[in-house]
């Protein structure tokens, strides 16, 4: 078994890095405090190839693999947790389902423009009252033969307030649940559908969600994604490739946070010498330093298999999708607890970064999925066999 990155690989994670350091990590403070969307950072990952990383380039992506996806994710989030979340939904929420399950026409009208960054996409599965049990969904499509009539509200979308375009999930038969389910194409500007204000979260504060609303919405027919009744499977193969996302984004978070925490405990004195002598320190370096690579390892599985799945759609890599989602997000909880243990009182201040990665950590064991529900998923897949 090899472990080593190819040339392409290794040259994107810098370019990334490069990015992510030079343009990225200077303003991730400002960011987080003002919330402010980082448009132009948005604009710059499109013009890197960054919004539609591992979509073939004659769809206007950068032809990269998944590993360099999740690679770059890491190298993004490690700057600024917001930033990494709006790459990450854009390819793994919008621009991967329309490349797996979208026609030519809407290759060419839809996924050419969000993959190469001219414009910006989300993903409307969340309701109100629905997150784990996404097939229970209030939001209906009526069909009227040539079009259907969406109504309903979908919840904590991330990137809604700024999208131009989103991939909607609605019941067009309720009773009959997930095989009830049609996925849409709907493009902002589209009467009756619109977006509420942003939200205000715990974290991720530049990475604006909201709630969005439609109302007696005609969608026309070219505008379903994949046929009907195709929803349900759609979006839990795309949440396969997005649980990679956020795992990576995990690990982007956790690295920042052992970094800081690691050089903070080398010029810290305490008892006449630096905290990085005591073992009390060096015992939770250590932990925080393995679970870390333990997590990259998970997710730079699941981005292998993904790769290998773009080849053989037979592959399935649900399981270790959710497996690397699960481990990379808790660990990125532990490990930011612990950076802010290593700066004692300094930690908890906002003069340090160590309190934004405990913040920006959090939410990702909850989106694509929460922790619980990465357990029915791995389970489900083990008791199989
Ligand atoms: N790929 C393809 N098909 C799949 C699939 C997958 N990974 N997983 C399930 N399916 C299919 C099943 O085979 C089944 O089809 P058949 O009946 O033809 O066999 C159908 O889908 C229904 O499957 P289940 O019976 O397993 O469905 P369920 O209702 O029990 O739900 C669940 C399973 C795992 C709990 C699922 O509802 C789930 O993943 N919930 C969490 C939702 C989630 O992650 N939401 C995140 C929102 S997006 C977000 O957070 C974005 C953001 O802001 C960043």
């Known amino acids: 078994m090899k472990i080593e990155l190819t040339e392409e690989q290794s040259m994107i994670q810098q370019m990334a890095r490069d990015f992510a350091v030079r343009d990225v990590e200077p303003k991730a403070r400002e960011l987080d405090k003002e919330g402010r969307w980082p448009a132009e950072l948005v604009a710059r990952m499109g013009e890197l190839g960054l919004m539609g990383l591992a979509i073939p380039d004659e769809h206007g992506g950068a032809g990269a693999d998944n590993v360099s996806y999740a690679l770059a994710m890491e190298e993004v989030s490690r700057a600024c947790a917001s930033t990494g979340v709006i790459m990450s939904v854009n390819n793994s929420l919008v621009c991967d389902p329309l490349y797996k399950f979208g026609n030519d026409d809407q290759k060419k009208r839809f996924l050419q423009p969000l993959a190469s960054g001219q414009k910006l996409g989300c993903f409307g599965l969340t309701e109100p009252a629905s997150g784990s049990d996404a097939s229970n969904m209030e939001t209906v499509a009526e069909d009227k033969g040539d079009h259907f009539i969406v109504n309903g509200a979908k919840n904590w979308i991330t990137n809604g307030p700024h999208a131009d375009v989103i991939i909607l999930f609605a019941s067009h038969d309720r009773a009959a649940g997930a095989k009830g389910t049609t996925a849409f194409v709907i493009e902002k500007g ?56 956020i795992a990576s984004q995990a690990l982007g978070i956790a690295r920042a946070a052992l ?15 630096p905290i990085a002598n005591k ?88 989106y694509e999925g929460t922790s619980e529900i990465q357990r029915v998923v791995i389970a489900a897949n083990t008791l199989k066999g």
């Open 190 to 245: 589209t009467p009756g559908f619109t977006q509420n204000a942003r939200d205000h979260k715990l974290g991720i504060h530049a990475a604006h969600s909201c709630t969005v609303f439609f109302e007696n919405v005609r969608v026309p027919k070219e505008n379903v994604l994949g046929g009907k009744g195709m929803g349900f499977k759609i979006a839990m193969s795309t949440l396969d490739g997005g649980r990679i996302g």
């Open 279 to 366: 073992q009390a320190i060096q015992f939770m370096l250590a932990d925080m330093a393995t679970e870390l690579d333990a997590a990259r390892l998970l997710t730079l599985r699941a981005a292998a298999m993904k790769d290998k799945a773009v080849k053989d759609p037979s592959i399935r890599h649900s399981k270790e999708s959710a497996m690397a989602k699960l481990f990379a997000s808790e660990a990125a909880t532990r490990i930011t607890h612990k950076a802010i243990q290593i700066h004692g009182g300094y930690g908890y201040s906002t003069e340090y970064d160590v309190e934004r990665h405990y913040r920006d950590a959090r939410i990702t064991e909850i």
């Open 259 to 273: 970094e800081k925490a690691t050089e903070y405990a080398k010029v810290r004195k305490a008892f006449g010498e």
